[in-house]
């Protein structure tokens, strides 16, 4: 028995649908696919997408010719947005129910009676918007349950922790879309947020917070990860914090995949879980300290319940297999 099939694995960050790929076939390119999803006995993943590029550069309207998406698609954050969104919708099509798109807890659940895999959909950066807050009603209506307000960049609704991005706060228009989100039952990703920025998000009580990809500074020091007051934030409201496999984000600048770092997940579920409801959304590699938390905090209404496990897998629920797979499957491209 995989770990996955004794525990539903969730996978909080992944942005695939940006590279175009058919991601109903086993590829030899990318990290993750249906197939390997399947393989590893992952049941929940988010997938993410994204409007923008770099600071400075963008890049994406070029990124995005090179990735063979149709001209329409490339004009502006909102047509990248649709694009994405809609291309998952046509991929959980073709595979005729194998992965579905999860908009409540009452489907997550379902799918997970009838070994489905769940696609939560999210959003990385509400420039995504184009400055319109009435538009997150319409990615509610297609799917999406979270985003978060900044990616990269500075943008009109708030700041980036990108190094020299210079830690700004949430603007007006970031608190009207923190609104929006809140009316529409979507939640805030913090992910990306710059610390000014964390804390007034943090300052409006409605935002449904979590963290769908992060390091901690515990365990590394880097402009991408959150510090251990943020973290305490985030378990007493109810968030879960999605940990980044990406060893340069854990212990120091090595970017390897192929074994846990010294500072691993474990460190990071320790100073995450002991604090109210809050869980920690990561799994182990070879090295072992796999847990998944509650998910479910990404979604509205009392999903809560669906994933726990107070206990780490034992060591034959570790196989080669999903361990393997499982790495590879839990995020790290494109930050
Ligand atoms: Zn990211």
Redesign the pocket.
Known sequence: MTAGARFPLADG?A?SLMWNRDLTARLRKGQLDFPRLAEAGVRIQCF?VVTRGYPVVDGMRAFGALRGWPAAARRGPWARALFQLDRMHALCDRVEGAVRIAGTSAELEDNLAYGRISAVLGV?GAQALEGRPERVSELRARGVRFMSLT?LSNNELGGSSSPLMGDRPLTPLGREVVDAMAAARLSVDV??ASHRTFRDLAAQRAARLFC??TGVTGATRSWRNLEDAELRVLAERGGVVGILFATIYRAGLRLRWDRAAPAGPARCDGRVEGRGRAGAASAGGRGGEGRVGQLAAVLPGDAGRLIRTSRRPSASDRTQSSGSVCQRSWHCT??
């Open positions: 960050h942005d993410t990385e990616h992910a990306h769908s990809h494109g930050e």
